[in-house]
C-alpha cells in the first residue's frame, strides 16, 4: 500500500511537471507570435510610431542616444540589450509623457575590428560589414526597441565619414591635429597601437590577450590638452560619479611644475648642449646628481661618449638576442647611466 501510495505521489509530481513545461512552451510560442506579428505591423509602418518630429515643433525636445554598436560576425551579446533596454524605457516613458524624443540606432562599423574580422574570414570587408550589420539591425527589430529608422547612421557610410573627414581638417587648421613621434603600446598580434586602457594591469592587450610592447610610431595627435583645464573645471558641472569624475581627472593629468634644462658639458667632438626635463618638484632640484636615459631612447645614442658606446652596443645586441629567442614580447629596459649634469635655472 505504502509503496503504490509513493507511485501515485510520483505520478502527480511528474504530471504537474509536464503541465509547468507545456504551459511555459506555449507562453514563449505565444509571446514568439505576438512579438513577430507586432515587428511586422512596425515595420510595415516604417517604424512611424517611433520617428522623432522636424523642427518647428512646440514639444519639448530630448535627445536619447545608446553608444552604437560595432556590428561583429557574431550578433548582438546579451549586454547589448542590457543597455539598450534601459534607454528604450527612458525613451518610451519621456514619448508617453508627450515629448519629442530622438532615440537613433547606428553602426560604429569602420575600423580594426572589421578588419580583422576580413582577414580571418578573407572576404572584403565592405561585404562583411554590409551583412553584419542587416543581422543586428533584424534583432534589434524583433526585440522591439523603439529606435527612430529613419535617422539611422553607419560610420562606414561616405555620407558619414565626410563629416568626421571635414571636422579632422577644421582641426587640422586650427594646429589642433599635428603628428608626432612616439612611444606607444602595440600588439602584435592585433598589429594596432592600444590606448593606455587597452593594456591590462599584465601588460597584456584587451582584446586578444598577447604581449603588449613599446613601440616608436609616427602618428596624428588631437591636441586636447589645449582643452585640459577647461575639461577640468566643467567636471564640476556634470551629474557624474565621483569616482568616474577622478578617472576623468586622472585621464586628463594635468600636473603643475615647471621645465628645467640641464646642461650637458662638451666632450671631445661633442658640443655642450642641453636636456630638457619637466619636473613637478623644482624645489628639489639642487639635490640631483645624476639623471637616467632609457638605453633605446635617441637622446642616449646622441649623449653616450665612446667609454659607454660598448655598453649600448651591447644592450642591443642583447635586444636582438632576445628577440630571436624565446621571450619576444619580454619587456626589456635596461638604462644607460648619464653622470654629473649640471643643473641650471630655465
Ligand atoms: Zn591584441
Known amino acids: 500500500m505504502f509503496n503504490f501510495l509513493k507511485i501515485i505521489d510520483g505520478f502527480v509530481m ?124 533584424q534583432q534589434l527589430q524583433t526585440a522591439g526597441f523603439s529606435y527612430d529608422w529613419t535617422r539611422e547612421i553607419n560610420t562606414t557610410d561616405p555620407k558619414y565619414y565626410k563629416w568626421t573627414q571635414w571636422i579632422f581638417l577644421q582641426l587640422f587648421k586650427q594646429g589642433l591635429a599635428y603628428e608626432a613621434e612616439a612611444v606607444v603600446n602595440w600588439c602584435p598580434k592585433c598589429e594596432i597601437v592600444l590606448a593606455d586602457e587597452e593594456v591590462n594591469n599584465e601588460n597584456r592587450c584587451v582584446r586578444c590577450g598577447e604581449t603588449v610592447t613599446r613601440k616608436k610610431l609616427k602618428q596624428w595627435f588631437l591636441r586636447i590638452t589645449a582643452y585640459a583645464d577647461r575639461l577640468l573645471e566643467d567636471l564640476d558641472l556634470v551629474n557624474w560619479p565621483e569616482n568616474v569624475k577622478a578617472m576623468q581627472r586622472n585621464w586628463i593629468g594635468r600636473s603643475e611644475g615647471a621645465e628645467v634644462s640641464f646642461a650637458v658639458e662638451a666632450t671631445e667632438g661633442k658640443e655642450a648642449s642641453t636636456v630638457d626635463v619637466f619636473t613637478t618638484r623644482p624645489d628639489t632640484l639642487f639635490g640631483a646628481t645624476f639623471f637616467i636615459v632609457a638605453a633605446d631612447a635617441d637622446l642616449a645614442n646622441e649623449l653616450v661618449i665612446d667609454e659607454q658606446r660598448e655598453a649600448l652596443e651591447n644592450y642591443r645586441e642583447i635586444k636582438r638576442f632576445v628577440k630571436g629567442t624565446i621571450a619576444e614580447n619580454a619587456p626589456i629596459i635596461p638604462c644607460l647611466l648619464y653622470t654629473s649634469p649640471s643643473p641650471r635655472d630655465s
Open 14 to 137: 511528474f504530471q504537474n511537471m509536464c503541465q509547468h513545461i507545456c504551459a511555459f512552451i506555449y507562453a514563449i510560442k505565444t509571446y514568439n507570435l505576438c512579438t513577430k506579428k507586432l515587428s511586422i505591423f512596425w515595420a510595415k509602418n516604417n517604424f512611424q510610431l517611433w520617428q522623432a518630429k522636424n523642427p518647428p515643433s512646440r514639444q519639448e525636445k530630448m535627445y536619447i542616444l545608446d553608444m552604437f554598436p560595432y556590428p561583429s560576425g557574431e550578433g548582438l551579446h546579451v549586454g547589448h540589450f542590457e543597455g539598450y533596454t534601459a534607454t528604450d524605457i527612458l525613451s518610451r516613458y519621456w514619448k508617453m509623457r508627450g515629448t519629442n524624443v530622438l532615440h537613433p540606432m547606428g553602426w560604429d562599423a569602420f575600423g580594426l575590428p572589421a578588419e580583422n574580422y576580413s582577414r580571418q574570414t578573407k572576404k572584403p570587408p565592405q561585404d562583411i560589414v554590409a551583412k553584419n550589420i542587416k543581422r543586428f539591425k
